[in-house]
């Protein structure tokens, strides 16, 4: 797998990810450069037409690092991270999430929000992969991710945990009357689609952003990233 531009390739060296190589525009001169000899990694300086003809994202900045493939993780995981930082458990699950844009961009406001680790599914829903991770800023390589057969399943191991876990779409209550503190899931519909009827019946409740203009609905990544900050706003005011 390859990652582009300097954020991605700059928390990737921070996350200790494996490179195999790393591909610089020569003539570059910037830190990247000496983290990664600091850290053993091969450096090869090329022309930038190579870094173009390789490049998916044709935003590269002149850094693209050949990696191992994206490792993800068991849920347990992700439960285990929590206790080791002594806080309530807060996880994010993503149905059917389709667009690597939406899945980098959700990525980075849950890092950015202390979300412990993310769930989506292996079928019908992207997985990270180059545009997720540079979308994500880099975020991703500091993210948990459990990529699993179930949903409804998982929802369920989650709730024997002692999570609770809330749906996000149009027809719940409140969210902003909704008491998001303690051990939490929150699931975010993917792109038109919206939380799965029977995954929405396993959850505890579901809990709705207020709508006023005439579009009913929010991309996804938005919708996760306003009902993730009132979880976190909750959270920080005790």
Partial sequence: MNIEGRN??????????TFESLLVEKGMQHSIVAMARSKGVKIQFVDKAVLDKISVTKKHQGFIGKITDFEYCEVE?????????????????????????????????????????????????????????????????????????????????????????????????????????????????????????????????VVALPLKGKVNSLNASVACGVVVYEALRQRLKG
């Fill in 8 to 17: 991605a390739v700059s928390e990737a060296l921070k996350a200790d990810t």
């Fill in 77 to 205: 995981d992700i439960l285990n991270l929590a206790k080791q930082r002594g806080e309530d458990a807060f996880v994010v699950i993503l149905d059917g999430v389709e667009d690597p844009h939406n899945l980098g961009s959700i990525l980075r406001v849950c890092e950015c929000a202390g979300v412990h680790g993310v769930i989506i599914p292996k079928n019908r829903a992207v997985g990270v992969n180059e545009t997720v991770i540079k979308t994500s800023a880099g975020a991703a390589q500091h993210m948990l991710v459990s990529r699993v057969s179930n949903l409804s399943n998982v929802v369920a191991d989650l709730k024997r945990a002692g999570l609770w876990v809330y749906a996000a779409d149009m027809d719940g209550q409140d969210i902003y009357t909704t008491d998001l503190k303690g051990k939490i899931c929150l699931v975010v519909g993917g792109e038109g689609k919206g939380v799965g009827r029977l995954l929405k019946e396993n959850c505890d409740g």
